[in-house]
């Protein structure tokens, strides 16, 4: 395992960087998509927050006052057991780094969960253009089912 790690540099190759930017756009587009959806369907929020600076843990599409994290993972990015492929070229280093990432989302969910958020993630495959007006549905029912809260979470949302 260490001695992949330290093989990273090679991240800098011109094949990885070709991996990074297929994948960056593909996960990015979904997420706009979804928030615009949210946001024409009357849901406020805020968007790239952390709840717990500290930790930074950057929440996609926060409600502060409901207590709610949703989070937008893209299937390559975050390792999605339906549609990641390990990259050919540098397939090991690609499949620690990807492995890494699926873990910090497992510490960033029980992170959150411990301090008392509701934590939703979504998959980027659930918001593709055949599913996505019924996960806004579902969330929409979600934070509409959670009452605002009073306290700490509504403290600076003004
Ligand atoms: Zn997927």
Same mark, same amino acid.
């Given at each position: ?89 540098? /397939? #090991?280093?690609?499949? @620690?780094?990807? %492995?890494?990432?699926? $873990?910090?989302?497992? +510490?960033?969910? &029980?992170?959150? *969960? ?18 996505? /007006? #019924?996960?806004?549905? @579902?969330?929409? %029912?979600?934070?509409? $089912?959670?009452?605002? +809260?009073?306290? &700490?979470?509504? *403290?600076?949302?003004?």
């Amino acid at each position: 395992m260490a001695c992949i790690r330290k093989r990273a540099p090679k991240a800098t190759s011109a094949a990885v960087r070709r991996v990074m930017r297929e994948n960056v756009g593909r996960e990015t587009h979904p997420e706009r998509k979804l928030r615009s959806l949210l946001f024409r369907s009357g849901l406020r929020f805020r968007k790239d927050y952390s709840p717990v600076p500290k930790e930074r843990v950057t929440v996609d599409i926060l409600f502060p006052r409901q207590g709610i994290c949703i989070f937008v993972d893209g299937c390559f990015w975050h390792g999605c057991p339906l549609h990641f492929e390990v990259p050919k070229t540098h /397939s #090991s280093w690609w499949q @620690e780094k990807i %492995e890494d990432n699926r $873990q910090r989302d497992a +510490r960033q969910t &029980r992170l959150l *969960r411990a301090l008392g958020w509701s934590v939703i993630r979504v998959w980027e495959h659930e918001i593709k253009e055949d599913s996505i /007006s #019924s996960k806004v549905r @579902e969330i929409k %029912e979600v934070v509409q $089912q959670m009452a605002p +809260r009073d306290g &700490r979470k509504r *403290r600076g949302h003004r």
